[in-house]
């Protein structure tokens, strides 16, 4: 077989997508599909994009919008409790970071029948990212908000940013980043779920604890609120693939290639 082409499985996958010239001639009218506007916030699942956000934060002197978002995705808190957060619940009065320190979620408040804290850890990523705030910010007090307004109005005062705000802030990096996402303040949350199955392995275990942690009534609920659900749909369409020749004929391919270095 000393003439045998070898094959670019790379070209083959990619060349499958694009028709040839001539095949199908250009649109001759206007085509519009009834759709839902979807406006479900999505997690960042890109670690490239999370470091592509911090990076661009820090780069452009935005410390605390930097501190917002490493803490936003490590804590998996909502808006409604991450804004209200000072830097005395996760500094000690000696200036040394806590461990963890309790939180008692706004939301479920009223939806819990047994009424409990939420025990929040501290990672070493919400430690670098506070400590470079408060190297590039003189005059912090433990008592602060820790994500205050920087706005002619609040500069001074010790008042949290709004969720609206925070919403505005994250959406403003997603553009300026060209990420192709739907960003919110929901984002930041998503995030942390998403990244703490992936991290996981998807095990079930870690599911029912995200579940619990986010008062969701079913695994089903907390999947497709990560969008792990999606995820695996996209998958199984992807991989069907039945009576696809160019799909049998790359699998025959590699088999036989498998077959041979066995």
Known sequence: MANATIIDIAALRSSSRKLADGLISPATEKVTSELIEEHAAEPIKSMNDIERISKFCIANGRFRDNMLFI?????????SDLRVLRFSDIINPNNTFKDSFPVFEKKTRNTRKKKKNRYITINTAVVEAVTLYLENTPGVCLSDYMFRSQSNNGSKENSPLRAQSIDRILKGLAK???????????TLRKTFCYHQ????????????????????????QTLDYI???????????????????????????IEEKELKAM
Request: no cysteine; charged share 20%; proline share 3%.
């Open 71 to 79: 803490v936003g995705i490590n804590f998996g808190l909502r808006v």
């Open 176 to 186: 300026d980043l060209d990420l192709n996402m739907r960003m919110s303040t929901h």
């Open 197 to 220: 199955m992936l991290m996981s392995h998807n095990d079930p275990r870690k599911l029912l604890l995200l579940q619990k942690m986010l008062n969701h009534s079913s695994p089903a």
């Open 227 to 253: 969008g792990i659900t999606e995820e695996e749909i996209d998958e199984a369409y992807r991989k069907l693939n039945l009576g696809s020749i160019a799909h049998n004929y790359l699998n025959s391919s």
